[in-house]
């Protein structure tokens, strides 16, 4: 029962993992980097380390909102969210649903969208942004939106949760 219990919490810990990694290293660069500074380009101009502020959602939707509806869109409902994917990680309702890797990429999901919800409740609405990358023209991008660590770890879990849908559903088939 109890190792059943720890195994159950076990993906918090990467949670919490996501959480701390992403808030120290935006400390940093508050700290560290004037805000709309580039700060340290690295491999020909391909990454930079640069300090922005994001008010809105990916790729700045949402930016032109007034306050309260980006609380309700920012806050409440990201707050209902990870309340929903840290059951998914936690219930054993979920067993069948889940396989314990996707429950360790929603448990990486809840520590990426808390991560952003910390800014978004301390920041006054704005997320720290520090990491920005050369999309070389691809698309239409000169840059890549620049994004953080909660980013990050938000859109691999993401692609790894669905590609792991996709297997499994590929396996049932054959």
Not at 13 to 22: M, P, W
Not at 92 to 121: E, H, P, S, Y
Request: charged residues 20%; glycine residues 4%.
């Amino acid at each position: 029962m109890a190792n059943s219990t720890v195994k159950r919490f076990l993906p918090l810990s990467l949670t919490a993992f996501v959480i701390l990694l992403d808030q120290i290293s935006k400390a940093l660069v508050v700290k560290y980097i004037p805000e709309n500074t580039i700060f340290k380009s690295f491999f020909w101009d391909f990454l930079e380390i640069i300090h922005v502020r994001n008010d809105a959602i990916a790729f700045s939707i949402g930016s032109a909102l007034d306050v309260p509806i980006k609380i309700v869109f920012f806050i409440i409902l990201p707050i209902i969210l990870m309340v929903l994917v840290i059951y998914c990680v936690l219930s054993t309702k979920t067993d069948k649903d889940f396989t314990v890797f996707q429950k360790w990429c929603l448990a990486a999901i809840a520590g990426g969208g808390i991560g952003n919800l910390i800014d978004r409740v301390f920041r006054q609405l704005r997320v720290v942004d520090w990491i920005s990358t050369d999309m070389y023209g691809f698309l239409g991008f000169d840059r890549f939106p620049t994004y953080n660590i909660a980013d990050a770890s938000i859109v691999v879990s993401v692609c790894l949760i669905l590609l792991s849908f996709l297997i499994g559903e590929r396996k049932k088939i054959e």
